[in-house]
């Protein structure tokens, strides 16, 4: 995602920044790196994009986590998942 800043941060800085925004979505930045993070998210379209797509995902993969699959997939996956080991085992 070439984007230009004019004098702002270079791609490679800004490619330093997906981590951290990551670590900013998971709670896990000092509140400084949240500031530096969050002030480099105003000025930076794409990494504001980026931002809001990690959240996203992350809203999305908690809410998928929480649900409980059914019964019986659960018990086809179980069989499949034995068989799968007997083969190993014999093999």
């Known amino acids: 995602m070439a984007h230009v800043h004019g004098d702002g941060p270079t791609n490679e800085e800004c490619a330093d920044f997906l981590e951290r925004i990551v670590r900013l979505i998971d709670n896990e930045l000092e509140e400084g790196d949240c500031a530096v993070v969050r002030a480099h998210i105003d000025t930076c379209n794409p990494c504001l994009e ?9 809203a999305l ?3 998928s986590c929480s649900e409980t699959a059914p019964v019986e997939l659960r018990d ?16």
Do not use: N, S
């Open 50 to 58: 980026r931002y809001d797509l990690q959240r996203t995902v992350k």
């Open 61 to 63: 993969v908690a809410r």
């Open 76 to 91: 086809r996956v179980r069989v499949r998942i034995q068989e799968i080991q007997v083969r190993i085992t014999e093999g």
